[in-house]
Nanobody, 121 residues
């Protein structure tokens, strides 16, 4: 089993910044990819940003140029730096990781519990 723990959410005024953190722990042999998704009330969950197994960064169109995904030197930790926040960025933000456990031949997707980000106008 793998646990993903997110932190850094909160309430911020429009134009402000927040940095989310996500750390994966547990039965981890390798991590293929890690990403951030978000879900606003009444909307589908959408990709915010991520790093895939090919080492390519992906960003949702609505956050390009404002959000930055990064990976710590301790590779089980990733960050999402969010600048220029807008009210429409209000959502629960989830961290996800595609993980290969020890002795396993396949990977499994794990999700964190989510952290609330609220942007006031």
């Amino acid at each position: 089993q793998v646990q993903l723990v997110e932190s850094g959410g909160g309430l911020v005024e429009a134009g402000g910044s927040l940095r989310l953190s996500c750390t994966a722990s547990g039965d981890i042999f390798a991590i293929n990819s890690m990403s951030w998704y978000r879900q606003a009330p009444g909307k589908q969950r959408e990709l915010v940003a991520g790093l895939n197994s090919a080492g390519i960064y992906n960003y949702g169109d609505s956050v390009k140029g404002r959000f930055t995904f990064s990976r710590a030197s301790v590779k089980n930790t990733v960050y999402l730096q969010m600048n220029g926040l807008k009210p429409e960025d209000t959502a629960v933000y989830y961290c996800t990781a595609d993980v290969i456990g020890h002795g396993s031949y396949y990977s499994t997707d794990y999700w964190g519990q989510g952290t609330q980000v609220t942007v006031s106008s």
